[in-house]
């Protein structure tokens, strides 16, 4: 039955386009056309009734939840300002790459609730009446004007954590970010007041005084880069360079002596030599290098009974030393101190029966230390010349670095190869001013 009913539709189709006629077939709420003649088309052409209901249900929905948004903004009006949560404590000494941030913005999102929300359903809900209807601006106009309102009452809190938590070193990564994100955001929604920046500055270089003192009294190593960064924050808030008192203050602390201890010995005769020194270490103007010249000294040289008796004149033997520190990175616990020489460029030698005194280096003779040096601490050796040696560094202690760089080989003398040792011994010592 159901396929002699098709056919005859079929038939009836034919028939219209065979006559030239063109019909309309109405079926619910849309509008069937066939085209006349050849070409047989079907077209849905949607009726303005139709059109107008689904304009009316969209209005309708965008209004519903306007009214549900402003209705929820003017509850919340009514209610006290919520006291925002404790912040995190953050500690600035070595802080791990964007921590400051991440944890910054979670206790932001913490802070302005229960706002946010509710300003954010405002601020959807002006946006989609302006997309649906140039009439309903002044609506979207009011969603945004109490959505600014709404937001504002963040500032209150930002008042509170600033009384409650002032100077705390700890809590003012957290509070700050808050802080400062809260007035942003409310000025991208129109409401224009100026932030506390120099409340913020003025703690932040308080708590940089604090980690200052760490590091001159505790031996803290790592408060030294959270000193540098509060100074910086403190001067992009607005507190000038001269009440810091940046440079100085960190050029005090950034004091040190280098104590060395050398020892090297060659077989060919069984000789010894021993040196020490002492280098003082202060940073410059720029606090960008640490550097210091003092001075070395020959203590001894001992050798196997022999003949000739030639020994080292330590009464001439002093010479300089310049060092600098390369590297320092408390917060991966390592220093690199750079070492222009270990020994004198020039060697007195004398033999106390013969008179006979002589220089190194000569034709005939090399620098001790140096043909030692030169050989066994190979892997030491700075670009350019001199020496690198890192170090561990030891926090919290007065005494930063205390190591030993041991070296045992052959080096090559006139009478053949020999085996030869040396032991130099490095202490770094804290001493702020």
Known sequence: MKKYVFLILILCLVLMILTGNSNQIKKGGAR?????????????????????????????SLDKE??????????????????????????????EGGAMEKLGGIYYKSVVQPEEPVCERLLSAAKQLRLASEAAE?????????????????????????????????????????SLRIYKEAALLGVQETPP????????????????????????YKAISAFIELTKQAQMLGISESSLDFFEKMRGALAFKVDFDVSCYVGAGGQRMTLKGSVKLTADSTLLAITGEGSGEYVSYTHAPTKAKTTLDLANSRYSVWMRLLELKPCEGSVKLFVDKIGSDTEKWYNPVSGKRFTAPSEDVDL??????????????????????????????????????????????????????????????????
């Open 138 to 178: 002044e609506k979207a106009k009011d969603a945004i004007d109490i959505a600014g309102l709404l937001f504002k009452r963040n500032f209150k809190k930002v008042d509170t954590l600033i009384r409650a938590y002032k100077p705390a070193p700890e809590k003012l990564a957290a509070v700050g970010y808050a």
């Open 197 to 220: 920046l120099d409340v913020l500055g003025d703690w932040a270089a308080k708590a940089a005084d604090q980690y200052l003192r760490e590091l001159r009294t505790n031996h803290d």
């Open 368 to 433: 001790f230390v140096k043909m030692v040096t030169d050989k066994l601490f190979q892997e030491y050796s700075a670009e350019g010349g001199g020496f690198n040696f890192t170090m561990p560094i030891q926090n919290l202690q007065v005494q930063m670095c205390n190591s030993n760089f041991v070296q045992t080989g052959t080096i090559d003398t006139p009478d053949g190869s020999v085996t030869a040792s040396i032991t130099y011994n490095i202490t770094i010592t804290h001493t702020p001013n």
């Open 66 to 95: 306007y009214t549900e948004a402003m209705n929820a903004a003017r509850k919340l009006f009514k209610e006290p300002i919520a006291t925002p949560p404790s912040p995190p404590d953050i500690n600035l000494k070595c802080p």
């Open 32 to 60: 069937f056309s066939v085209n006349e003649r050849s070409t047989a088309t079907v077209k849905f052409i949607p009726l303005k009734k139709d059109a107008d209901i689904i304009l009316s249900v969209q209005q309708n």
